[in-house]
């Protein structure tokens, strides 16, 4: 059977396992669905709902079968009772991006964010950090104008004056960092641990065990590859833009990959629980459609498995 394998620059792992070739040595037919390449879902209203692109894409024909994505899409996919598991998470990804404004601002903390236009990557893990954010000091959704930039745009609108405030991700936060000083208003450590993570569907997880097996030992072969070689993962970063039409830098690519974790761990109950509170507060505030238990998206065997390969990556 063909197994088909989601990726984009924005799961790092899967990005750098698509140009690698180790997949395919441990799987005889292999299709890799570039997201960049698929039709968007329907639009959605920032205010009202989230983007289900992701799961959408898991349940599609000519979609895919695993992908990694961040915090959020699982839950979406949940809250639209699509039946996915998680596969695995990666370590806390704290120093990826934070909640930013510009130092000129008025706005001196997230209290001040009350009837601010915000932006955001909207359904990402960008979404959670916001809300949770805004729970800390007693706002809602519904108190804010949120903006979805989408992962590229939010420097530019925040420093055109645009936005008020911007929930920015390295390396595009690094660029806005050198031409304007900025203040964080909420860093990500303080509201959760916001990592990578890989999930699928219950069925294809069930049905193809050893194929399942064969793409998680993969991929903690190619991150220790990362880990070690940070510089020559970043030029697959480089060249696809540039090839795409657009400008990036190696140094901060590098510097961008050097700051996360890599290597795949098995769910645990502390990010289950900081999943399931993500996932009441979407709901809460209108965003979800309906309430969920994350707790029914594990398959204890998958997550002993990923325990297993820990240790045995070889670079």
């Known amino acids: 059977m063909t197994v088909r394998v989601g990726y984009f620059?924005?799961?790092n792992s899967l990005f750098v396992l698509r140009h690698r070739g180790i997949l395919e040595q441990k799987l005889s037919d292999v299709e890799w669905v570039d997201l960049r390449e698929l039709p968007e879902s329907d639009p959605v209203d920032v205010k009202s709902g989230l983007p289900s692109l992701h799961s959408d894409w898991l349940f599609t024909a000519g979609g895919y079968d695993v992908i990694g994505t961040g915090f959020t899409p699982p839950i979406t996919a949940l809250a639209h009772s699509r039946d996915v598991v998680y596969i695995g998470i990666s370590g806390p990804r704290v120093e990826n991006g934070r909640?930013?404004?510009?130092?000129?601002?008025?706005?001196?903390?997230?209290?001040?964010?009350?009837?601010?236009?915000?932006?955001?990557?909207?359904?990402?893990?960008?979404?959670?950090?916001l809300l949770l954010a805004l729970e800390q000091v007693g706002l809602t959704w519904a108190d804010i104008e949120p903006v979805d930039t989408g992962v590229n745009d939010g420097a530019q609108a925040l420093s055109r004056g645009d936005l008020d405030a911007w929930v920015g991700a390295y390396p595009g936060l690094e660029g806005i960092e050198g031409t304007h000083e900025l203040r964080t208003l909420v860093d990500t450590e303080?509201?959760?641990?916001?990592?990578?993570?890989?999930?699928?569907?219950?069925?294809?997880?069930?049905?193809?065990?050893?194929?399942?097996?064969?793409?998680?030992?993969?991929?903690?072969?190619?991150?220790?590859?990362?880990?070690?070689?940070p510089r020559e993962a970043a030029r697959y970063f480089v060249d696809d833009v540039v090839a795409r039409g657009g400008q990036a830098d190696l140094d901060r690519w590098e510097r961008a990959l050097r700051g996360r974790p890599f290597g795949l761990n098995p769910v645990n109950d502390e990010f289950l629980d900081e999943q399931q509170h993500a996932a009441d507060l979407l709901f809460a505030n209108g965003l979800a459609p309906q309430a969920v238990d994350v707790r029914a998206a594990v398959l204890p065997w998958i997550s002993e498995f990923v325990e297993a390969t820990r240790t045995t990556a070889v670079i």
């Open 99 to 129: 909640l930013v404004t510009l130092s000129s601002s008025d706005i001196q903390t997230a209290a001040d964010l009350k009837g601010r236009r915000i932006g955001i990557a909207h359904g990402s893990w960008q979404t959670t950090l």
């Open 190 to 229: 303080s509201l959760f641990s916001h990592p990578s993570l890989w999930f699928t569907r219950r069925d294809f997880a069930e049905n193809n065990r050893e194929a399942l097996e064969a793409i998680v030992a993969a991929l903690q072969e190619s991150d220790a590859w990362i880990e070690a070689n």
């Open 9 to 11: 620059p924005h799961n």
